[in-house]
């Protein structure tokens, strides 16, 4: 998918506006046909938990003071519903009802695109500082560093997934804004506003909980912190050049973890929790009290209680599994991410923003309800690091199998639905093959991450 | 294509499965060969697997029961024919209709009656159809209309049943002037009307749609289904229905829409006017729904099953009928038979020979079902059933004695009412929906098919040499531009730092050509569309207008999109970019074809005979015209008459020509059927402008690479 939009990316500043701005206008021309395309109502794009129709239904309940969680129609925030609900209702005359709902997620694309591009400017420029520091300024020489954050920040914008995810009208655009708004303020290191969006989107969404270890890393160590066995290594070389009083001062710099930020960044989190959960039982004291939201938001999505098809792989296993099996195998699916959690961190923890693609990544591949939204948001983080995946292998393999998977969906789920000639299964293997993809896309970019790795080791060892 | 990754010398041995694919990828040309030749020759043998059908639901139980159709039943739809027969239309039109006259006939009989009136819709098109449920809330604004079509329903309930489910006959008749056939086919389903509201067995309620077909046949059945499913409300959210003022008759029609539960099958009643030779009545079954979609076989069993065992009708399919007296065919039959022969002279339990006309007649039916599943066009009223998800066929009683009905009324009636009636017996047997039986299928006769999992493997055979090709193309090529690179790289002799080069993203270039292609694609996708809005000229003029502008926006988005950026400006390797660029074409047609696959197999199949060759196929005039050897020279000559063949225009002129002559083909004739196909949403045309021709164009760009 993204590659298809790389070819749009530009080189110069001015065309990477031109293209940003065409970006927004053609969202504002598709949100403006919304019947034609009909795209609220495709399970690829809105789940149960992200659809805004839902919201409406929600936002109507507590019009008519009744619990918006009555009936398990809306499974969100209750302050996403106090802050959109008002929009659904709203209508400008002659236009569309959804207009401004629709205009929140292009504004918060758009934002999404410019704290992509801030960040990989953050990142482009420590990793461009630390080649520097290593002695091999020579790779810029004879390599050419393309600016990954425009690139980025493009196709998130011009990402096909991304299009239909604004244009579909759900809220994944805003959840994607918060969860790139924490990995931006913890690029920037301030901790407040890491805080604030990791607290945001951990309520909204739940699983950038797992943010926190990237977050936290990112505070500590700085975007791209080198491994410290590098600069002994390069230090030893070295010794007697001149450039030595710079790797002193580096290997200072990267000597210890500052727990200055990430520990104001746990005073934050508290803040914020503190804050959204009072206003969350503000708005829920009438309707069974804070545990009831807990019950109907988070319980929803660990319990898998909605099995209607999606593009995900559990609906079609929790539908078959024997009910005494639930239980064990809801554990063992969660289980499941928590367990990748560590060793990755372990592995890449020079490279938290890359850590926080392959969580984003893993995460949509094992949740309960995923939405093409989720891989719009890993595939832009992905983009951050289009230098360091040059060698990567399969890329056209998983470009034609992404494009492949995204439009053997909706014939598939024709097929079955209105057709009638297909069944649940012709659905399904297109879930698992697009899962196959994503793992797929992990580790090839995992290890094509760690061959660079192993690269830079190699210069480092041979200069 | 999993094993493109390029397999590095350092390693010594890879995983056997690699080292069969990377086996495979290196012969990657005799494997395509081998398999193209397989393809077209088990596409052949088609006729041959054919397996005799069977009914697979138990329930459905034909012919299990004696008809009891009487001929008082008869008699009475005689009465009934003669009185539609002799209805003064002239006269009579502006006081009483002659739905007036269906609806008196089924009251007396008992039945509920209504009425529908609606608009005669023009089918527009809508390039998502595919996409979405049928029909959703389709605006109604063309109200200058004056003249409405009136459908007259009638129901029985059933006295067994819960009014859940329903069977529908329908009859089409022209309610301004009703042939005779009309009229005997709405006599065959009143005699049956007649009969089932005195049943006791009736499990499912029974609905006589008697559709008026002065606006068309199909038009007025999607009316009808529509407004069943679907009812359509208009601004102060009354149905547009019951808005409707009732028509100018003195009487008080029944206003409100029934309805009578989900449909299990839906049976099109016709009579036509058969030929005197026939010693026996023709019973011709028409089941294609629109995009290929066919309903279960066990209708079709059913049907085939009574019609045979019990009225002594010859059944009949569609064949393509220029196929019959083909020679190659002919020749080819022979062969197979002789082939047969001998195969079952070595072993007698080797049974597959077939007679030489088994043959010809299997394989001109199965490819007048091929042609008509890709189409995507359905056959008759019968298509817009299989839209709701319900199972229809249409079944053409074809009589020598419709001209002298006069003489021998009765026999006509008797023997198509029991027909019907046996089906309707059968149906109402039914626990759930048809689901035992096959959805995906194609004809060879009425009681011979080939099913999905037969039919599948000549187009596997024919695709599978696609990924392999670009697999091998695309690792060629990064192979070669590999070497160059590390090439340039260590000249400039100041480091030995290996470059960051952009080595496996190399593709982007040639995924940008083929995404303005096929973009562009979409664009003359929609181009007609707006020529159907701005004007209305004669084919010629559109067609002629619709390729100049395809071929104007071609240029100007590769103006706009094709060299304002480029991504990775590296060391051009020129000369190269060409397999690249192939290899990424093939791997789109691939993807494209395997899509359609499973949308309409039927389109996808003869597409990839003409899309496989002439991908594989595709390589620079240049390098041939440099090569200067026999060899080359034959290559370039095939490439050139394939992509000749292969342009939609050219190959649908030569296909009308094998059938008609192309004597009889006028250019317009290209335009009218594309338009019939993005009237009628099949997704063949969509298959045409956004798979076939920017394949071709991509190929065509190929050809004239320069080298």
Redesign the interface.
Known sequence: MK??E??????TKP?FWRWAVASVIFRLVLIYFPK???LATRPEVSTPVTSLRRLAEGYWLTQSSMSPYAGSMYHGSPLLLSVLGPLTMKKIEGQPYHLLCSLVSVIADFISAMLIRATGLKLRMAYCERLKSLG?G??F??????PSEDIAALVYLWNPLTIVTCVGFNTTPVENLFIILSLYGACIRVAPLAAFGWVVASHLSLYPTILIIPVILLLGNGPDATPRKLFLMYKKDEADNSSKGRVVNGLSEQKNFSWRPVGLFFVWVFIWTLYSLVLCGIFMRNYGGISEMFNRTYGFILTVKDLSPNIGVLWYFFAEVFEFFRDFFLIVFHVNILFMILPLAIRLKHRPCFLAFVYMAICSMLKPYPSVGDSALYLALLALFF?EL????????L??GF??VS??S???H??WI????GNANFYFATGMAYACFQIILVVESVSAMLNHDR?IRK?VG?? | ??T??DAEPAKAKPRPIIRLGLFLISHSFIVSVACCAAGIFALLLLPILAKNTYISENALMPGSASPMLSNDDVSRARMFVNKVVSFDFKTDSSSIGIQDLVAQHITDLGGEVNFHRFLPQVNKF?P?H?????D?GIAQENYTCSSYGINTVGFIRAPRGDGKEAIVLVTPYNSVKTSMGEALSLGIAYSIFSLLTRVTWLAKDIIWLAADSQHGEYAAVAAWLREYHTPSFDGSGRSLFESNASPTTGRKRPNDFLRAGTMAAALVIKVTDGSEKAERDVLNLYAEASNG?MPNLDLINVVNYLAVNGQRLRVKVEKLGSLLDSWWLRSLAELFHKLGTVARSLNPQWNFGISVAEYIEGSATLASSLYNQALGVPTGPHGVF?DY?VDSITMEISAKRVANYKNRPNELLLQGGRLVEGVIRSVNNLLEKFHQSF??YLLTSPNKFVSVGVYMIPFALLVAPLPMVAASL?TDSTRRISGMGTKV?SS?A????????????R???A??TV?IVHFWGAVVTLLPHFLSLVQDSSPLTNLLSWIILSAFTLLILQAILGSS?S????NRTQGMEWTLLKS?TI?AAC?GL??MS??NFATAELGALMLVPMCLMTRPLMLDAKAKTLKSFIRAACNVVLIFLVFPPVAYYLWKGALVGLENARVGDFWNWVESLWTWNSATYIYMCMVHLPCWVLCVHTLLYPC
Do not use: Y
């Open positions: 590659e298809e790389e070819k749009k990316n530009m080189k065309h034609n395309l009909n091999l020579k790779l020489e004879i390599s050419e560093i393309l230098n040059a060698e990567m292998q399969f890329s056209f393999f470009f034609c494009v492949g439009l053997l909706p014939v598939m024709n097929l209105w057709r009638g000639t690269k210069l041979t200069t | 294509m999993e493109m990754a809508n998502l595919f996409f979405s449920s049928p959703q979609q299989r998800q959805f995906l695309f790289a400039p100041s480091s030995d730092i290996p470059a960051i080069s952009f080595r496996s993203w593709w982007l270039h995924a940008k995404f950026f991504l990775l400006h590296m990424v791997a993807t395997c899509i499973v949308i």
